[in-house]
């Protein structure tokens, strides 16, 4: 996220002081680093001195630097409220003593610098102060030090900046992404201080944890960046003077775009446009205000036109189905020009960098916040009076790179597999909402409590919101947490429970074809945690299943939401198979922190070297019973028996290693350090952004067709050839009249006819068109 300029020449500023909680962590001098949205913030005697992200190495080492700097620090305490260790403390130390801050800012995991040296970086500066292009610089010095060009691009890059602004980007960011879920009549509290913007569910105060510390309620921030700010504390008090330092930082918006320039143009009459029927899919999307949303995400990044043909390609791309944005180039006919709306068709590698540059900066989460409240205000306007329902389930996304990435449980498999858990929310309809990437495989119970409070930050602290998920979340810790703040919640219970007696069912409902007996009961949460309903359900055939709750709704409607919950789980497969939300897009990886705590690999082995012994000594123990049977042939029982003894010592050997290989272990000591990496976010976020406008489009379009086919259940697939059609584009006095030749049979046909007139009322237009005329489908026999 882009700060404000301040003049080059230090000067004091003056920070606004915020009292640190309790769970702060303190160093000495009077500072302090606690965490807040997803950032840690710092602070000396009461004075907020900078904020940095998880992936802010450059601030963070800058800042540490400079505290280090006062006399009443301790450096041990320092490296631990970082959490960082004490001799990577002191490197960086010596690094800054030795080539300053800018080399503190460069430096990456591990200990490395920049391949960029002073020396050559002010030979590059020197011969762009002389007019050499990145390609003469490249090779008169870049190329010699053993730089690639697109090194020497950044390096001109940041020289650009300096050059126009001469100065440094100082402050402090709080994350900016919720203000987007707000709605309307919170929009003006957006730009609220950090103590004002702290987490508030249910009741008005912020959640806590058991002991007593903020939980880490904001999901993981996409696309935080080196923010190149600095600051120098002297004698370890305030103020804080701020170091003029430029910061060097790769940005995308560097990327050449190549050869290709699209353009928009106006539109024009045409005929037998191939894959016309996407206008329909492009005119829907923008009608549900995402196209609104993104120039305003873009944010200066990329030209409104540019952005808005790239997201057309990918649209109809995936209307088409393509699945991913390599698909664009399927689009590429003919007629294409006047398909887009422009001067050619964009290729995949255009789409992909206007798409790159747009996701930085936070465009990509901006986008999809901003796509997510205007979804969620529409479930809640539509929801019953006892509020909205939305359900929360994860999704592994699996890999078959050559990377190695952590490993999670893939239900499908039923076993563990590499990829992303995608943690997803469905509303009642089983419309995706939002999507949060955990690349660590993170549990339900810990993304629960953060999904909730995005919900009350998009719909109103008043809102009843009641959340619908599986027994991965019906832990009692879990959900006693979301009771005290507020939220309404219902799962299944977790085995073992007790069966009940037939008498204890008293109440029966129908549901659907079915008769069901209730008995509605409390449970109790254990160690002081409380009570919450639970609902006892005696199906047909005699089997018992158990619903737990936080809600005041009747039985039979928690019941109706549960068994609801297919409509997500047809969405996850509806998504995979129809618009590909298992694809990998953005193949960019960046490595884990060597403190990270993973799953111990050599704990792993050891684990299955065991089981092996143990199934050796079961099937020598087999075959010596079978020899024991069949004769006394005493040479093969010897045998097996010394085959059962190796493998009982082989057991007691393994067995014995146990103690000192813990389940898991810092990152730093295992064999995986260096090659443990995660595939970045940003980009991915875009496109499946796009990819949850599209399947909400879809449905709204199929929810006018069904009824008028004659098999309702196949709307979506005759949406999918009406999106194939190919038409005739004729512009009218303030219309654009759309001609399409769908395949189908007779009934489908007519079926499209008053699905059309139905769309004509709605007045679409196409994002591209600036006159915004009014489009008017037909099919050739209206």
Not at 52 to 60: L, N, S, V, Y
Not at 348 to 376: D, I, N, S, V
Not at 625 to 649: C, S
Request: net charge positive; hydrophobic share 40%; aromatic share 6%.
């Amino acid at each position: 996220m882009g700060m404000p300029n301040t003049p080059a020449t230090n000067e004091t500023l003056e920070l606004e002081l915020v009292e640190p909680p309790a769970a702060a962590r303190w160093f000495g001098g009077g500072g302090c680093v606690f965490e807040r949205d997803g950032l840690s913030h710092v602070f000396v005697r009461g004075t907020l001195v900078g904020s940095f992200g998880p992936k802010d190495t450059a601030t963070r080492n800058l800042l540490m630097v400079s505290l280090a700097q006062g006399t009443e620090v301790h450096l041990e305490q320092l490296a631990k409220a970082f959490d960082y260790t004490a001799d990577g403390l002191r490197r960086i130390r010596r690094l800054y003593e030795a080539e300053g801050g800018r080399a503190v800012m460069q430096r990456v995991h591990g200990g490395s610098t920049s391949k960029v040296t002073r020396e050559v970086r002010e030979r590059l500066h020197k011969a762009f102060d002389g007019g050499a292009s990145i390609k003469k610089a490249w090779e008169k010095v870049g190329k010699k030090a053993g730089l690639g060009r697109s090194v020497v691009g950044e390096v001109r890059k940041a020289w650009n900046e300096g050059r126009e602004s001469r100065s440094t980007q100082v402050g402090v960011v709080t994350p900016p992404q919720l203000a987007l879920l707000a709605s309307p009549s919170e929009e003006g509290s957006a730009t609220a201080s950090p103590a004002e913007q702290s987490p508030v569910v249910g009741d008005g105060s912020p959640p806590t944890q058991e002991n007593g510390a903020p939980p880490d309620i904001t999901p993981p921030v996409v696309g935080d960046a080196g923010d190149g700010s600095s600051a120098t504390q002297e004698n370890g008090a305030p103020p804080i003077t701020m170091s003029p330092v430029v910061a060097e930082a790769s940005d995308a918006s560097s990327t050449v775009e190549g050869r290709q320039r699209v353009t928009g143009i106006a539109v024009e009459s045409a005929s037998h446009v191939q894959h016309l029927g996407t206008w329909l899919l492009v005119a829907m999307v923008a009608r549900l205000g995402f196209y609104e949303t993104a120039w305003e995400a873009a944010d200066g990044r990329v030209s409104t036109d540019a952005l808005r043909i790239a997201m057309d390609a990918v649209v109809m791309a995936l209307g088409v189905g393509q699945k991913c944005v390599e698909g664009v180039r399927r689009l590429a006919t003919s007629t294409a020009a006047a398909l887009m709306m422009a001067t050619g068709m964009p290729s995949p590698t255009w789409t992909r960098r206007t798409l790159g540059r747009f996701a930085t900066e936070e465009g990509g989460m901006k986008l999809h916040l901003g796509t997510a409240g205007k979804y969620l205000r529409e479930a809640q306007a539509s929801s019953s009076d006892a509020g909205p329902v939305f359900y929360v389930d994860n999704h592994l996304r699996p890999y078959t790179g050559q990377e190695i990435v952590r490993r999670g449980w893939r239900m499908q498999d039923k076993r563990v597999r590499p990829g992303t858990s995608d943690y997803y929310v469905h509303d009642e309809d089983g419309r995706p909402v939002m999507r949060m990437a955990s690349p660590s495989h993170a549990s339900l119970t810990e993304w629960l409590l953060p999904i909730a409070y995005l919900l009350r930050r998009a719909l109103g602290d008043e809102e009843t919101i009641l959340l619908a998920f599986d027994r991965a979340g019906a832990f009692p810790k879990q959900m006693a947490t979301l009771r005290k703040g507020g939220v309404e919640f219902v799962t299944y219970e977790r085995r073992p429970y007790p069966k009940l007696p037939d008498t204890a069912f008293t109440d029966e409902v129908e549901l659907g074809d079915e008769t069901l007996r209730l008995c509605d009961t409390r449970k109790n949460l254990g160690k002081g945690r409380g009570r919450v309903r639970r609902i006892a359900v005696k199906m047909p055939d005699g089997h018992q299943l158990n619903l737990l709750a936080n809600s005041k709704r009747a039985a039979v409607e928690l019941l109706e939401v549960m068994r609801g919950r297919w409509r997500q789980e047809n969405g996850f497969k509806h998504g995979v198979e129809r618009w590909g939300i298992n694809q990998l897009d953005g193949r960019q990886v960046q490595a884990y922190h060597p403190d990270t705590i993973i799953p111990n690999p050599a704990r792993r082995r050891l684990d299955r070297a065991i089981r092996i012994a143990q199934v050796r000594e079961g099937d020598a123990r087999a075959k010596r019973a079978d020899l024991a049977r069949t004769g006394p042939n005493k040479a093969k029982r010897a045998a097996a028996q010394r085959e059962v003894d190796e493998a009982v010592a082989e057991q007691v050997r393994l067995e014995a290693l146990r103690p000192s290989t813990p389940p898991k272990a810092a990152l730093r000591d295992t064999e995986l350090v260096g090659d443990l990496v995660h595939h970045t976010v940003e980009y991915k976020l875009v496109l499946d952004t796009i990819r949850i406008a599209c399947a909400n489009a879809e449905s709204e379009l199929a929810t006018m067709l069904a009824p008028k086919l004659p098999r309702a259940a196949e709307a979506k697939k005759v949406l999918a050839n009406l999106f194939a059609a190919p038409g005739d584009i004729r512009i009218r006095q303030g219309t654009i009249d759309v001609c399409l030749s769908p395949a189908g049979t007779r009934p489908e046909q007519a079926a499209l006819e008053a699905f059309l007139d139905d769309v004509n009322r709605l007045e679409f237009s196409m994002p591209g068109d600036q006159q915004a005329r009014r489009l008017r489908f037909r099919t050739p026999r209206t």
